[in-house]
């Protein structure tokens, strides 16, 4: 069965310098016509940034929306266009003060898909050379390491609720297996 929906229109109620909020007018594949909002969000990076003794780093940061502090993976906001390699290598220097060398794509996530145009991809990569952080000057957040083992056990116990750290996390996890296991 065709699942596809036709846009027949689409109205914008705000354009921020981060997302933009329209609502749409739309066809069903089945002629139904329906009302969609939509988050359009130019998408993002997280980057699993591992040293030489297998620690990831880690940035805890207060995060205004949740009202939270949350521990996550070095992560960024792609510029409209821009390639997520180029985003991933500029942002975990910005946010850890190394560069990545070795990097391994992991995927992709869609974080929010019924409402928010936002796709995340994943980076793994090692620690390479210091080159000095440089924050965004609205940026606030401590950086600290921890093992993969110790990442997954605070994702169980609640500690780290964030959902592109939990996804990575367990895709990291899976690439190592694998990679051990000469599947990849």
Not at 8 to 16: P, T, V
Not at 40 to 64: C, S
Not at 66 to 85: N, R, S, T, V
Not at 164 to 169: F, N
């Amino acid at each position: 069965m065709d699942l596809k929906e036709k846009q027949l229109s689409a109205e914008y109620h705000f354009k921020g310098k981060v997302i933009n909020l329209r609502t749409d007018q739309a066809v069903t594949a089945d002629g139904q016509e329906v009302y969609r909002e939509v988050v359009e969000h130019p998408g993002g990076v997280g980057i699993a940034l591992e040293d030489e003794e297998g620690k990831f780093f880690l940035v805890t940061q207060y995060r205004y929306a949740q009202e939270m502090i949350l521990k996550e993976f070095p992560a960024g906001k792609k510029e409209p266009g821009e390639d997520p390699f180029l985003t991933a290598s500029r942002e975990i220097i910005e946010e850890t003060g190394y560069e990545g060398k070795d990097y391994v794509y992991l995927g992709k996530m869609v974080p929010t898909g019924a409402y928010d145009t936002e796709v995340i991809d994943f980076y793994y990569a090692k620690q390479g050379e210091f080159k000095g952080q440089h924050l965004d000057e609205d940026e606030n957040l401590n950086l600290s390491k921890m093992t993969l083992d110790e990442i997954i056990d605070e994702i169980m116990e609640q500690k780290i609720i964030d959902g592109k750290t939990i996804a990575m996390a367990f895709m990291i996890r899976e690439y190592k297996a694998r990679k051990a296991a000469g599947k990849e």
